[in-house]
């Protein structure tokens, strides 16, 4: 990773033997395979480490691929937490709509759901959260056509479809995972800026952090999807999280505002799993060596084992990649890397 001063774990605060203990990890079977690990302090670079693996981009085959710190990976639904960010930028620009309005505001060409008493309970803020209060379903795999994201993708009107879902309950109430959600947040963007999302990120968001190589994937009908398309490299994606746990600045510029990240860090609803959720951020927290009290985690989590960890009273960003698609069940490694070998091996705050 070029332009980031190194640090040995121990300079850093963690374990001085934090590379050996990896290493075990992977020996013993603990650790499955992953694509990339780097591990951030204080702005210097503790932890660096790729493999090679199988890999796929939204589906398609890519082969075993060796990779390194220029090779783009799929970020899948960690995309999500990166459009919330985007989302608060055009808020203080003055772009979108206010957390409080209605929603369906938005999307007036469809007069018969503006003009639905139920529907404009929904705010931008319960779709910011997940809580629309509307069917939505992805616990199907993403090879279903029924998984709702699928259905999204295959109807004739993506926008209707999201909006015109069954009402199941009152807005606010219940957390339900929804990549229509974030369709929506992305649509605001562009409408309100004038620009599409990808542009719209580079503007506001790649471009102050010299991130310069990026591909978002798009749908059949061109819309690029703000739930799941973004491809990073592992070090950009790092700079991300560095930039956010120091509060959005990034070399003395405020790219980010400090009261939006604040605010998406602090819950608004617990998810099914017992975390906490809010503005397409998952926050936590777990014992840590040297801190008197649980330390604050915050998440941005994608398929296949995409993760963006960040513990901002220490500092500390983790990004790991991963070919784990669709496995569910192995997505115990990342938690595992995050929970036992960074935030387990912490000496001193």
Same mark, same amino acid.
């Given at each position: 990773m070029t332009n980031w001063e190194r640090a040995t774990p121990e300079a850093a605060g963690f374990a001085a033997n934090l590379e050996r203990k990896l290493a075990a990890g992977f020996e013993s079977g603990l650790l499955l395979p992953i694509h990339a690990l780097l591990i951030g302090r204080a702005g210097k670079l503790v932890l660096e480490q790729y493999f090679d693996g199988e890999d796929e981009s939204w589906g398609d085959q890519l082969g075993r691929v060796q990779f390194g710190p220029e090779v783009l990976h799929d970020l899948r639904s960690v995309t999500k937490?990166?459009?919330?960010?985007?989302?608060?930028?055009?808020?203080?620009?003055?772009?979108?709509?206010?957390?409080?309005?209605?929603?369906?505001?938005?999307?007036?060409?469809?007069?018969?759901?503006?003009?639905?008493?139920?529907?404009?309970k929904v705010t931008v803020g319960h779709t910011l959260n997940m809580t629309m209060g509307m069917e939505w379903d992805e616990s199907k795999p993403y090879t279903d056509p029924t998984n709702s994201e699928i259905a999204m993708?295959?109807?004739?009107?993506?926008?209707?479809?999201?909006?015109?879902r069954p009402i199941t309950g009152a807005p606010g109430e219940k957390w339900v995972y929804s990549g229509g959600a974030v369709a929506l947040i992305g649509a605001l963007i562009e409408r309100g800026s004038g620009q599409k999302l990808p542009d719209?990120?580079?503007?506001?968001?790649?471009?102050?952090?010299?991130?310069?190589?990026?591909?978002?994937?798009a749908g059949s009908d061109g819309v690029v999807s703000p739930a799941s398309g973004l491809r990073l490299t592992a070090p950009d994606l790092l700079r991300i999280g560095a930039m956010l746990v120091d509060g959005g600045r990034h070399e003395g510029q405020q790219v980010v505002p400090a009261s939006w990240i604040e605010a998406s860090w602090t819950p608004a609803i617990q998810t099914w799993d017992g975390l906490g959720y809010g503005r397409l951020w998952y926050i936590h927290e777990a014992p840590a060596p040297g801190y008197d009290t649980p330390?604050?985690? =915050?998440?941005?989590? *994608?398929?296949?084992?995409?993760?963006?960890?960040?513990?901002?009273? &220490?500092? @500390?960003?983790? =990004?790991?990649?991963? *070919?784990?698609?669709?496995?569910?069940?192995?997505?115990?490694?990342? &938690?595992? @890397?995050?929970?036992?070998?960074?935030? *387990?091996?912490?000496?001193?705050?």
């Open positions: 937490s990166v459009v919330g960010l985007l989302y608060g930028i055009a808020l203080e620009r003055g772009l979108v709509p206010a957390l409080d309005a209605p929603v369906i505001d938005g999307f007036p060409e469809y007069p018969d759901l503006v003009a639905d008493p139920e529907r404009r993708e295959m109807a004739p009107d993506r926008y209707r479809f999201i909006l015109d719209f990120a580079r503007e506001v968001l790649f471009a102050p952090l010299g991130i310069t190589d990026f591909h978002w994937m330390l604050r985690w =915050v998440g941005a989590f *994608g398929n296949g084992g995409q993760r963006l960890w960040l513990a901002p009273e &220490a500092g @500390i960003a983790c =990004v790991i990649n991963a *070919g784990d698609y669709n496995l569910f069940e192995r997505w115990v490694t990342p &938690a595992r @890397i995050w929970r036992e070998i960074v935030v *387990g091996n912490l000496v001193r705050a």
